[in-house]
T-cell receptor, first 117, second 113 residues
Framework: GAVVSQHPSRVICKSGTSVKIECRSL??????MFWYRQFPKKSLMLMAT?????????EQGVEKDKFLINHASLTLSTLTVTSAHPEDSSFYIC?????????????FGEGSRLTVL | KQEVTQIPAALSVPEGENLVLNCSFT??????LQWFRQDPGKGLTSLLL?????REQTSGRLNASLDKSSGRSTLYIAASQPGDSATYLC????????????FGSGTRLQVQP
């Protein structure tokens, strides 16, 4: 099956610093990737849609200057949390759709747990 | 706006029981529905994908059904095992736009040995 890899799996940073999370599709190309955020014991909330070669589409209420998304290639999307604060601590999960596939199936990474001190 | 609800929120059963997890969604114009499993602190494992034109999908001890017109899906787990303990998430994608997934809040399943 299609594999999506996220790195780092865990990161702890000081308040005010920026953190970059990578999402890679290892064995397939993905024109579209999605970034989700999950609070403890809650479901996944869509943050933004990452489109290869174009600007990301953000969901209502998500600050695009706070959460920078770059999708520079068909296998890599990055999420940068800028000037992180403790309220940004969360579990971030990316997903990718196989380019050209019509099933619409999404494959998910293992997630990245961000803790901001 | 699509809303997905899962009932029950938590479920504890003895090993060997058959069980049913329920999912409902408000907008029936979906493209597909996926069931996922999530272990604590981990990512999502896709269990079953049902296209909007399909009624059910089966994989091993799992069977998922879809009634699109009534906005319902069920995940049936046969002969439950302690290893089935996890949170089960239902998600739907719309038939238009980016087809991102909208998730339910999940059912936390505990199978007692």
């Amino acid at each position: 099956g299609a594999v999506v890899s996220q790195h780092p799996s865990r990161v702890i940073c000081k308040s005010g610093t920026s953190v970059k999370i990578e999402c890679r599709s290892l064995d397939f190309q993905a024109t579209t990737m999605f970034w989700y955020r999950q609070f403890p014991k809650k479901s996944l909330m869509l943050m933004a849609t990452s489109n290869e070669g174009s600007k990301a589409t953000y969901e209502q209420g998500v600050e695009k200057d706070k959460f920078l998304i770059n999708h520079a290639s068909l296998t890599l999307s990055t999420l940068t949390v800028t000037s992180a604060h403790p309220e940004d601590s969360s579990f971030y999960i990316c997903s990718a759709r196989l380019a050209g596939a019509n099933t619409g199936e999404l494959f998910f990474g293992e997630g990245s747990r961000l803790t901001v001190l | 706006k699509q809303e997905v609800t899962q009932i029950p929120a938590a479920l504890s059963v003895p090993e060997g029981e058959n069980l049913v997890l329920n999912c409902s969604f408000t907008d029936s114009a979906i493209y597909n529905l996926q069931w996922f499993r999530q272990d604590p602190g981990k990512g999502l494992t896709s269990l079953l994908l049902i296209q909007s034109s399909q009624r059910e999908q089966t994989s091993g001890r799992l069977n998922a059904s879809l009634d699109k017109s009534s906005g319902r899906s069920t995940l049936y787990i046969a002969a439950s095992q302690p290893g089935d303990s996890a949170t089960y998430l239902c998600a739907v994608s719309q038939d238009t736009g980016r087809r991102a997934l909208t998730f339910g809040s999940g059912t936390r399943l505990q199978v007692q040995p």
